[in-house]
């Protein structure tokens, strides 16, 4: 099912991909396209692909602070309507991603899972998730997790369906955005056992905004 709708949003949209790409080639330049390795099904990485929504930088980064920085006025459109992730149909035609899974993440947060956490590795990476229409960003990491696990427990076409539908609900209405000033990202870290208050000697997970 994956690639058959994948495939005819990749043509419905067709026009649409062709109109942001003019637009960010006009505005800011190449590359119209954003490329890194995420990892996938059982931590394999891949290429994601996105359209581009940030000025190019002479430096790789992975402060999330220097994204709100470099955010363009595109792009910040392009995120608030989610138009940025239409290139990441592709990545389902190839099989790297199914319409609906845990979003991928950072190949550096790897080591960084409890065991139930690394359980969102069993299965592809969505396009969109059942985090992504139970709060987004506005959710902290500990949330987003047990939505990926609880996922991964109950996946069902019933279910795929469902996170569809709600998530062009979400996207029209675009709830769960950070605010246009905010960073559009925090870095997921692990607090060893003892090294944080109230830890009760057991680790936690936590945002920060490096």
């Known amino acids: 099912m994956d690639v058959v709708v994948a495939g005819l949003l990749l043509v419905a949209t067709a026009?649409?991909?062709?109109?942001?790409?003019?637009?960010?080639?006009?505005?800011?330049?190449?590359?119209?396209?954003?490329?890194?390795?995420?990892?996938?099904?059982?931590?394999?990485?891949?290429?994601?692909?996105?359209?581009?929504?940030?000025?190019?930088?002479?430096?790789?980064?992975?402060d999330p602070r220097d994204d709100g920085d470099r955010l363009t006025p595109l792009g910040r459109w392009l995120r608030a309507t989610s138009l940025d992730e239409l290139p990441t149909l592709w990545n389902v035609l190839r099989g790297d991603m199914s319409l609906v899974g845990p979003r991928p993440l950072l190949p550096q947060y790897l080591d960084r899972y409890s065991p139930r956490e690394a359980r969102r590795h069993e299965v592809r990476p969505g396009v969109t998730g059942l985090?992504?229409?139970?709060?987004?960003?506005?959710?902290?990491?500990?949330?987003?997790?047990e939505y990926d696990v609880w996922y991964v427990d109950h996946r069902s076409l019933h279910l795929d369906l469902r996170i569809l539908g709600e998530t062009a609900v979400a996207v029209f209405r675009r709830t769960g955005i950070s605010a246009p000033d905010a960073p559009t990202a925090h870095e997921f870290v692990r607090v060893p056992a003892g090294h944080a208050a109230g830890a009760g000697g057991s680790d936690r997970s936590e945002e920060r905004v490096a």
Do not use: C
């Not at 954003?34 to 930088?57: C, D, E, I, N, Y």
């Not at 985090?131 to 997790?145: P, Y």
């Open 15 to 62: 026009p649409v991909m062709l109109f942001v790409a003019t637009a960010i080639l006009v505005g800011t330049g190449r590359p119209v396209l954003f490329r890194q390795h995420r990892p996938g099904r059982h931590g394999a990485l891949f290429t994601l692909v996105k359209f581009r929504t940030m000025r190019p930088s002479g430096r790789m980064s992975v």
């Open 131 to 145: 985090a992504q229409v139970r709060g987004r960003n506005e959710l902290d990491w500990t949330a987003r997790f």
